[in-house]
């Protein structure tokens, strides 16, 4: 999550000495790179390996700090939620093995948190958004306890100037209205990396952009947030929106985000970008000056660009040029943030694999992808199988529109091998990392689709968070034996042995699909809702969606036996409504909740935050539940 050392609510002094190291470092830049100082001929490759931890009900745990102090593993480190972990793996030379070599190493890594996991009870997850994640879990108390992190949402929340909408409309819906810009850490993605020349970069980054549209078609992993269908890559368009310090203003001017696909393909050289993300974002990080960039240049030494480097890393292109020194050498490097986690560890492998055999083959074959595709094109491709993933067209470099899955198979798989070749991989990884492209493109049968394709199968059989803890648990067990997608299973609901998990906490299982009536309403609306859809309680909202009231059925039945009875089109809402509410929050303990509505011998609990209803807690919904969590009980006395 970039750097961590960030200096907390700079002064306008020490921001614009900052901003003159930055300047000083694109400077030296320019320097190194009109100097040919760039390592040319080398080819390597790294990865980014971002996971969730879950707790065993499979809900996200916030266990990250305790894992890396007992780990110890210089690899490891944090991310912004405190339930999330990053892996940075070991840069290796592009050849021979070195696929196979970086997914043991993954492997490896993995394990290590795994087993430091279970000493604080966690577990390993990897999806692109994890299904069983909540609104609640988004709270400033589950951030992870740095200054980088604290400082990046107070500044993000502030640019932006007011509350942040997120919106994001598939088969169902979302629409969240956020205070912050913590519903980044919904997502985790696999970064993988590759070294080239400075001569080649400008072509190798744009191909990168080309061809990111084929590679997330194949590796779409997250088509849930909160429980709703949304795209087949939803952490696209929420990463955008979590993190858009665009005011409406801003936006009504045509600015481009902070997560980007980017303007236009690069034309020059590879500073046309890093002077537009000065020019276009302001720099809203800053740190401890260590050095002068053109000074340790002048000295004969390689700067690190360190202040450069920390503004680079709060602009989130989907393709990001990075720079970096290995062996006293710098290099630039494309960093390919647009594929998701999972669903395992060699399916990771494989997009990678045909991304790096793509970046090998397209190049050599066609040259200068500026001539051949407009840049439009390919950033329509990537939002166009973000949200419809296999089931996409393309429009690729003759101009036509292919179907996506016909495309790979039989223009770009052949390719992807020839590329793989080139770079004189092994032909063993070869044949299993694009076999296993192969068969999931055949199959249809991405980590999206598994989970949507689960879904239904479990749909008439239990409740939303039911499925939700069965697909992420199934997802857990193919992980752990590091099985492709296309041979899973389908996710079903869990043995009844484990269903106590399911209802630890009261967001769990409440209703959410909720009607609701003003208080200005006729009674009679509020007597149909009970008679159509078979509730017993209606909660009464006023216009901002704050809860004032509720109005049960026994409410009604006192007001048909009342002595002095007025005509029914008389009697509004608020003539009836109960105003001295008991309510509860999402986090309240099943059985804090249970043993409240005993106490106050009520049927019905809403469910707040603030003043907003988000779901609505009956008698009935324990009718199923409230033996066994006495059982369960008793078991634990």
Known sequence: MGEKKVQVQT??????????????????????????MMEE??????????????DSSMHPACAAMQILESAKDGRLTTEIGQFNLEANLTPLEFS??????LENEILEVIEIVRQNAKKVDSDVVLVGILPTIQHSDLVIENITPMPRYYELNRVLTELHGENRIVHIKGLDEVNLTLHD????????????????????????????QAVAAPVLACAVNSPMLFGRRLWHETRVALFQQATDTRSVIHQSRNQTPRVTFGRDWVRDSILDIFHEDVARYRIILTRELEEDSLETLANGGIPGLRAWQMH?????????ACYGVMNGKPSLRVEARFLPSGPSVADEMANSAFFLGLMMALPQEFGDVTKKMAFDDARNNFFTVARYGLKSQITWLDGKNYRTTRLIL????????????????????????????????????????????????????????VRLRALTATMKKYQEINEPVHNWELAEVLDKSEWIDNYRTVEQFMTRDLF??????????????????????????????????????????????????????????????????ITISPETPTLDALYL???????????????????????????????????ERLKEL
């Open 11 to 36: 002064d306008e002094h020490n921001l614009r000495v900052f901003t003159k190291a930055v300047l000083n470092d694109l400077q030296a830049l320019e320097k190194m790179l009109a100097n040919e």
């Open 41 to 54: 001929n080398a080819l390597r490759i790294g990865a980014e390996q971002e996971m969730f931890l879950v």
């Open 96 to 101: 021979g093995n070195a696929l196979s070599q």
């Open 181 to 208: 810009s913590l519903s980044e850490t919904c997502n985790t993605s696999f970064q993988i990396h590759l070294q080239v020349g400075n001569k080649d970069f400008v072509n190798a980054y744009n191909w990168a």
């Open 312 to 320: 680079n890393g709060t602009i989130w292109r989907w393709n990001r």
């Open 410 to 465: 039989e223009e770009l798989l052949p390719r992807a091998r020839h590329g793989l070749q080139m770079a004189n991989i092994d032909s063993a990884d070869i044949e299993r990392y694009l076999g296993i492209i192969e068969e999931r493109i055949s199959q249809e049968k991405t980590g999206s689709q598994w989970v949507l394709d689960s879904w239904a199968k479990m749909n008439p059989v239990a409740k939303a968070n």
């Open 516 to 581: 609701t009536v003003r208080p200005e309403d006729v009674v009679d609306l509020a007597a149909n809702l009970m008679t159509w859809k078979h509730v017993r309680h209606v909660p009464v909202e006023d216009n901002k969606g704050n809860l004032i009231g509720i109005i049960s059925y026994s409410d009604l039945l006192k007001l048909v036996a009342s002595e002095t009875p007025k005509k029914s089109d008389e009697i509004i809402v608020r003539d009836v409504m109960k105003t001295d509410l």
């Open 597 to 631: 509505m005993r106490e106050k011998d009520i049927g019905c609990l809403p469910v707040v935050k603030g003043k907003k209803l988000i779901g609505l807690l009956t008698a009935h919904d324990f009718l199923t539940v409230s033996t066994k969590l006495f059982e």
